[in-house]
C-alpha cells in the first residue's frame, strides 16, 4: 500500500540576496548623476528599508531601483511590501518591509482555492506560516502545484516533495 505524498507550500526570502541588492542599490544611487544634490539614501536597519530623498519622485526612482535589483535576484517583488511616499520634514520617505511566511488570511485563501480548483483527493492543513498539501497521487500534487503558481497574493515555493 502506498503512503501519503506531501509537499509543503512556503514563503521564504534568501536574506542575503536582499542584503546584496540593497548594497547594489546604494552604490547606484551614490553614482548615478540624476541622484546627486537630493539627498538620496537607502538604508536597512532590522526589519524596515527606509527610503530618503528630496522629492516625492526621486524616492520612487529609489524605489524602482530597488525592485530593479531584486528582480535581477530573483527575488520576487511580491515579497516587498511598500509603503506610500509620505512628507517628513524636508524630504520624502517611503518605508518597505520584505514579507516572509505566509500570512493566516492568506493560507485560508490557499486553502480554499486547492479545495475549490484541485483534485478533490488532495488535502491541505495550515501549520504555523507554511502549509502541507498531501495526497495518495502525486500527479494531483503535480496538478496542485500548477495551480498555485497562478495565485498572485503571495511569493510561493514549493519545497519537501514526498
Known amino acids: 500500500m502506498a503512503s501519503d505524498s506531501t509537499f509543503d507550500v512556503?514563503?521564504?526570502?534568501?536574506?542575503?540576496e536582499v542584503s546584496n541588492a540593497l548594497n547594489q542599490a546604494q552604490k547606484e544611487i551614490a553614482q548615478r548623476y540624476d541622484f546627486k544634490g537630493v539627498g538620496a539614501e537607502i538604508d536597512y536597519?532590522?526589519?524596515k528599508i527606509l527610503m530618503k530623498a528630496s522629492s516625492e519622485e526621486r524616492v520612487k526612482a529609489i524605489l524602482d531601483v530597488f525592485q530593479s535589483k531584486l528582480v535581477k535576484r530573483d527575488i520576487s517583488l511580491k515579497s516587498l511590501?511598500?509603503?506610500?511616499?509620505?512628507?517628513s520634514g524636508k524630504e520624502y520617505r517611503i518605508e518597505a518591509t520584505?514579507?516572509?511566511?505566509?500570512?493566516q488570511d492568506v493560507a485560508k485563501k490557499i486553502t480554499k482555492l486547492i479545495?475549490?480548483?484541485?483534485?478533490?483527493s488532495v488535502k491541505a492543513t495550515i501549520q504555523g506560516d507554511e502549509l502541507r498539501v498531501t495526497s495518495k497521487s502525486r500527479d494531483d500534487l503535480q496538478q496542485?502545484?500548477?495551480l498555485l503558481k497562478g495565485f498572485d497574493e503571495a511569493a510561493l515555493q514549493f519545497v519537501n516533495f514526498r
Not at 10 to 16: E, F, H, T, W, Y
Not at 82 to 87: C, D, K, L, V
Not at 98 to 103: L, R, S, V, W
Request: aromatic share 4%; glycine share 12%.
Open 144 to 146: 496542485t502545484i500548477s
Open 45 to 47: 536597519s532590522g526589519e
Open 81 to 87: 511590501d511598500a509603503g506610500e511616499p509620505f512628507a
Open 98 to 103: 520584505i514579507k516572509e511566511g505566509i500570512a
Open 10 to 16: 512556503v514563503s521564504k526570502v534568501d536574506k542575503q
Open 115 to 120: 479545495r475549490d480548483e484541485g483534485p478533490k
